[in-house]
């Protein structure tokens, strides 16, 4: 398999679940401004989108987006822990999913588009701070370690690269106490330090 990446991006979860169930991988970094590839492919050719991440499984065979591509991953582990294989409990995982994907991530995006005046911003935080003080909350009702059962899973994964960009647009995540435990609980994992590393992230 081939991960088409861009470094700190979405696509940083599926690197993440990628190594978690330890198969041989290609990264090959994508160019979002010049949608040109590391090796100098145009990327529209890999994926008429234009964005990341791009799967390649086999030769000509591409699959995209994340709520389809973690999943699709997750599968694969060996230990049969990332997502459970039917049922409420694969359904949930779904669920998170989708909601962080049309959710959060678009609240997050609008920070790396045009530029915004004061009052704009104002308000795509605030639209950010009622997403997350929903998950915060629901983590917090939960007895699960993780958002949707005792184990690490792709919305894990997908939670702690989406809220790593307020880091990079100067938005507190300290009052979300619980989405804190869990983004800690990750960033230990040893999959997700290979992956920051890899993607020159972290030293």
């Known amino acids: 398999m081939k991960l088409y990446y861009a470094p700190g991006a979405c696509s940083l979860a599926a690197h993440i679940i990628l190594n978690e169930i330890n198969v041989d991988f290609d990264l090959e970094r994508v160019d979002l401004k010049t949608h ?13 989108k234009g964005y990341v991440p791009a799967l390649e499984i086999n030769p000509g065979l ?18 049969q822990d990332l997502i459970p294989p039917s049922g409420m409990g694969r359904a949930k995982v779904l669920e998170w999913l989708g ?35 929903y998950i915060d909350k629901a983590i917090g009702e939960s007895d699960n370690d993780y958002l949707v059962d ?33 983004r800690n609980k990750v960033a230990e994992r040893q999959s997700v330090q290979i992956a920051m590393r890899d993607e020159g992230l972290i030293p």
Do not use: C
């Not at 040109?36 to 008429?48: L, Q, R, S």
């Not at 894990?156 to 869990?182: C, G, M």
């Open 150 to 182: 005792d184990n690490f899973g792709p919305a894990d994964a997908y939670l702690f690269v989406l809220t790593n960009w307020s880091n990079h647009i100067e938005h507190d995540l300290t009052p979300y106490k619980n989405i804190i435990h869990i």
């Open 62 to 79: 591409i699959l995209t987006e994340n709520v389809a591509i973690l999943p699709f991953l997750a599968q694969h582990d060996p230990k």
């Open 99 to 133: 909601y962080l994907n049309s959710e959060l991530h678009d609240a997050y995006a609008v920070f790396f588009g045009a530029p915004m005046d004061e009052e704009a911003k104002k308000k795509a935080y605030a639209e950010i701070d009622r997403l997350l003080s």
């Open 36 to 48: 040109k590839t590391e090796k100098g492919t145009d990327y529209y050719e890999i994926n008429p």
